[in-house]
């Protein structure tokens, strides 16, 4: 009984430094994102979201590609741990650099400037989240959130520094601004650690995790992916400044992010061993986990769809307000179809389900964009998110489908050695590696 209740204080006390960490991490962005909005025209404000799809769209790639697979697999921490992650996000990061580049030179204006400052800070941003994600690998997420409220500290003043500037204040340095600080902080904690990167170390790293890692990576561009060329599709449709609206309005919802990643980052290691002793318990977990997130959800749409919200609104983002405040209820529509989607994709990603995963991702992704485009067509910024709800809620259906087909699965116990050393055990016909 009490080695149970020190299991329970421990495992409350990861989500509780997880949920912290994620909401500085998350703050951080809406943070910046918020005072963009007050600094900049709704078109340059637009060039700004842009950027910070790309984020997404980068950062989000190296961690299912590279990271994610060390929440599965891996039980070390310490300098080795952080070490491979960080080779294996400098192995990714060239390539996306190049692209930006490309895109920046090749657009140009605002946009291009834009592109080319988050180029330059991407190699540190990505050394920044190997930390985040080997803390909790190594179960220590006080670590991660240091870093994470290093870096809000120095973005706030390099914010502060802006608005002393007199004159227009251009796109690219709010850009700086806001990614500057956190890819300081990841090269100085190289540094710092002395740790010894290595391309050859990054590369067997992502190969000896391919089976996983490969598979999250195609998932992630059919979740988040899909909806960035949706929201690139809007631009087309309704110009650069839709684009700020939209951020703007996913941007009030930001703080369920926090739960989602707190929850992902601890649910899924220990989901792993729940599901050994006890498929229905871990079932009954991931219910309430889903359950818990679509209440908050809700009550979340409903403060922001009162009228005395809008002084609050308009305070935060200014001129964008209108726009956003049109997407408050679809926005919440497709976040509770995400809060449904959120248990059973955990649960598969315990079981190390990737290719259920990725086979659901695959058949989803295109009804889903079609969808989108769609609904950008025929209602602007609002029919976008509730087209892309209509795809999600579909895909929530049939991944808890999926889950029940998992856990009905025996488990079978292998001796493999995994990347990070101790054995592990692997749903039968999982990929084992020799």
């Not at 990603?349 to 989803?364: G, K, P, W």
Request: a positive charge; one cysteine or more; proline letters at 5%.
């Amino acid at each position: 009984m009490a080695s149970a209740r020190r299991r329970y204080r421990s495992a409350a006390g990861r989500v509780s430094w997880s949920i912290l960490d994620q909401m500085v991490s998350n703050g951080t962005n809406a943070a910046a994102t918020v005072l963009a909005a007050r600094e900049l025209t709704p078109v340059g404000f637009g060039a700004f979201a842009a950027t910070v799809v790309s984020f997404t769209i980068t950062v989000g790639g190296a961690r299912a590609l590279a990271l994610e697979a060390a929440l599965v697999r891996g039980q070390e921490s310490g300098r080795r741990l952080m070490a491979d992650l960080s080779s294996a996000v400098t192995a990714f990061v060239p390539v996306p650099v190049v692209v930006l580049l490309g895109a920046g030179a090749l657009v140009g204006g605002s946009v291009g400037a834009c592109l080319v400052a988050f180029a330059a800070c991407l190699p540190g941003l990505v050394l920044q989240d190997a930390w985040r994600y080997a803390s909790f690998t190594g179960r220590r997420p006080r670590a991660a959130f240091a870093s994470d409220v290093a870096w809000l500290v120095g973005m706030v003043a390099s914010f502060g520094a802006l608005t002393a500037v007199r004159g227009e204040i251009r796109p690219e340095w709010t850009v700086l601004a806001w990614a500057g600080p956190g890819a300081v902080l990841g090269m100085g904690t190289v540094a710092v650690q002395r740790l010894r990167l290595s391309a050859r170390v990054g590369v067997w790293w992502i190969r000896a995790n391919l089976d996983l890692g490969g598979r999250y990576l195609v998932d992630f561009i059919g979740t988040l992916g899909i909806a960035q060329v949706a929201l690139y599709a809007l631009v087309l449709i309704s110009g650069i400044a839709a684009l700020g609206g939209v951020r703007a309005g996913y941007a009030l919802f930001g703080p369920l992010q926090v739960l989602y990643v707190s929850v992902m980052v601890t649910l899924v290691p220990d989901g792993r061993r729940l599901a050994l002793r006890s498929s229905r318990r871990l079932v009954e977990v991931l219910v309430v986990t889903s359950v818990i997130l679509l209440l908050v959800t809700v009550a979340i749409g409903v403060v922001l769809s009162l009228r005395a919200f809008d002084p609050v609104g308009e305070l935060l983002f200014g001129a964008t307000w209108p726009s956003a405040r049109d997407l408050v209820v679809p926005v919440c529509a497709q976040t509770c179809a995400g809060a449904v989607l959120a248990g059973p994709t955990m649960g598969l990603r315990a079981l190390e389900e990737a290719a259920v995963l990725l086979r659901i991702r695959l058949y989803s992704a295109a009804p889903t964009l079609v969808l989108a485009c769609l609904g950008a067509v025929l209602g602007e910024a609002p029919g976008m998110v509730y087209g892309l709800t209509v795809g999600s809620a579909g895909s929530a259906a049939w991944h808890w489908v999926a889950l029940r087909s998992a856990l009905a699965r025996p488990t079978v116990p292998v001796a493999a050695e995994g990347p990070l050393g101790p054995p592990v055990v692997r749903r039968r016909g999982a990929r084992v590696r020799h």
